[in-house]
């Protein structure tokens, strides 16, 4: 199937309630939270649009970071060994600090298991996630979901409100099913057939001698499991 052949789908979350989802969720951070000061770190990109809006809703303190972070080389489908890309990783220290991680969708759990794994060697006060979607699955790695926008079936490629097909429709302000990519009769080719990267076992085998020590340095991509840490004081 070409990309060409790839259309919009049924509309499963408008505007109107991905916003009434928002406001509950923020609702229920704040609580969490209250009276101390959150470090929301941003799974890019497709979290950009939700984590925006999130944190217009929060009314406490809240600092921002980002990661970012693929398994999709454009299209539906991971790379097959599941390794992560890790192009931009958190600058600010965030050791003692309440982290909340927010990403776009657990899948497999892949990528955001990789996520905790290295902000959990930053020694934060503690880590929470929170994720627009989650698809209804069974999944090989357990991934602590704390706070989640709606649940979808996971035969369906989703798109919409940051989410991308080849880095097309995140604009679009719904979340929609993509129709014509890789479909199967039980699901796409991301759907829970596909077995869920050995975290451990691909950060072992990449973790030679990629770091350069020098943060300030542009760096290519290269795989999460290169054996990055921080970025500490690199940029502003
Ligand atoms: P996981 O690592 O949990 O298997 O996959 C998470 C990542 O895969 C998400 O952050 C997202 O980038 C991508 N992904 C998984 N399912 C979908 C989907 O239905 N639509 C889109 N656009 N991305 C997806
Ligand atoms: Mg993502």
Do not use: W
Not at 47 to 70: G, Q
């Amino acid at each position: 199937m070409t990309r060409a052949g790839a259309k919009i789908g049924r509309v499963l979350f408008t505007k109107e309630e991905i916003e009434a989802r928002l406001d509950v969720l923020a609702g229920e951070i704040q609580e969490r939270y209250a009276g101390g000061e959150l470090t929301v770190v941003a799974v890019l990109k497709g979290s950009l649009f939700f984590t925006a809006d999130l944190m217009k809703r929060l009314k406490i303190p809240v600092r921002m970071d980002i990661i970012e972070i693929s398994s999709y080389s454009g299209g539906v489908t991971p790379a097959p060994s599941g390794e992560k890309t890790l192009s931009k990783y958190i600058a600010d220290d965030v050791h003692d600090r309440d982290v909340l991680v927010v990403d776009d969708i657990l899948d497999t759990g892949g990528t955001l298991a990789e996520v905790l794994g290295l902000l959990r060697a930053e020694n934060p006060r503690s880590l929470a996630t929170c994720v627009f979607l989650v698809k209804k699955r069974k999944r090989r790695l357990k991934v602590p979901i704390d706070f989640c926008g709606f649940e979808v079936k996971a035969r369906d490629f989703v798109v919409g409100y940051g989410l991308d097909y080849a880095q097309r429709y995140r604009n679009l302000p719904y979340l929609a099913v993509l129709k014509g990519v890789g479909k199967s009769k039980r699901g796409t080719k991301t759907s829970s057939r596909r077995k869920p990267a050995a975290v451990k076992k691909t950060r072992r085998k990449t973790a030679s001698g990629e770091r350069t020590g020098d943060s300030r340095k542009k760096r290519r991509p290269r795989p999460v499991s290169s054996g990055r840490r921080r970025k500490r004081g690199g940029r502003s």
